[in-house]
């Protein structure tokens, strides 16, 4: 199993621009979110999704949006991107929600936008 | 005041002491994790707990529900278990979310 990967590793944006920050597990896991990590400050979630076709927001989702159209794929959009969006961004996956199951975290996408 | 607080920041040991990280919480949780993230940017999970101690290897994770704190112990210290360590809690009322502390800095010198 290739676990949760992320693609791409790096990205530099230009303000203004859009891309899609791609995640997918191959563990059959129901639950899926985004996390951004700031320096001095610990991983805030952006969205989730507990399943196929069903999304929530998380504590700082504006900019961007999500979409859950299969168990596997949970991409992330950056609608106009902004300085304030760069960070290293994770997916993680796993069974269930964080109360009963372990979190896989893929390895992250590093964003600088300018 | 965050939800999540970690002590310390930052820790420097000799290879094979024993190390503890400490984790203390705010608010009422159905579960606490501890997480790994190496010098590359990666994070593994280490632990889930809701009550009692669990055990990996020289890893040794324990929660006290009441006094709302974890403890997070390295026996025999090794310089590959230098990482930063986090903590993370999902509050009763908050849904699928985790709260994340900000990560404890563990430097083991050989």
């Known amino acids: 199993n290739a676990g949760v990967t992320q693609t791409p590793k790096f990205q530099v944006l230009k303000t203004g621009q859009s891309m899609t920050l791609q995640c997918a597990q191959d563990?059959?896991?129901?639950?899926m979110s985004w996390y951004r990590q700031d320096p001095g400050m610990g991983l805030r979630l952006i969205h989730y999704s507990v399943g196929a076709g069903i999304t929530d927001q998380g504590e700082v989702p504006n900019g961007y949006n999500v979409s859950r159209s299969t168990t596997e794929d949970f991409p992330l959009r950056l609608l106009s991107a902004a300085p304030s969006q760069t960070s290293v961004y994770f997916c993680a996956s796993s069974r269930g929600g964080p109360q009963s199951s372990t979190q896989y975290f893929g390895p992250g996408t590093r964003l600088l936008v300018l | 005041k965050n939800e999540v607080e970690q002590s310390p920041q930052n820790l420097t040991a000799q290879e094979g002491e024993f190390i503890t990280i400490n984790c203390s919480y705010s608010?009422?949780?159905?579960?606490l994790h501890w997480l790994q993230q190496h010098p590359g940017g990666g994070i593994v999970s280490l632990f889930m707990?809701?009550?009692g101690k669990k055990k990996h290897g020289r890893l040794i994770a324990t929660i006290n529900i009441q006094e709302k704190h974890s403890s997070l112990h390295i026996t025999a210290s090794h310089p590959r278990d230098s990482a930063v360590y986090i903590c993370?809690?999902?509050?009763?009322?908050?849904?699928?979310?985790?709260?994340f502390g900000e990560g404890t800095q563990l430097t083991v010198n050989p």
């Open positions: 993370a809690v999902r509050g009763k009322t908050s849904g699928s979310r985790l709260t």
């Open positions: 608010v009422g949780i159905s579960a």
């Open positions: 707990l809701s009550s």
């Open positions: 563990m059959n896991h129901e639950y």
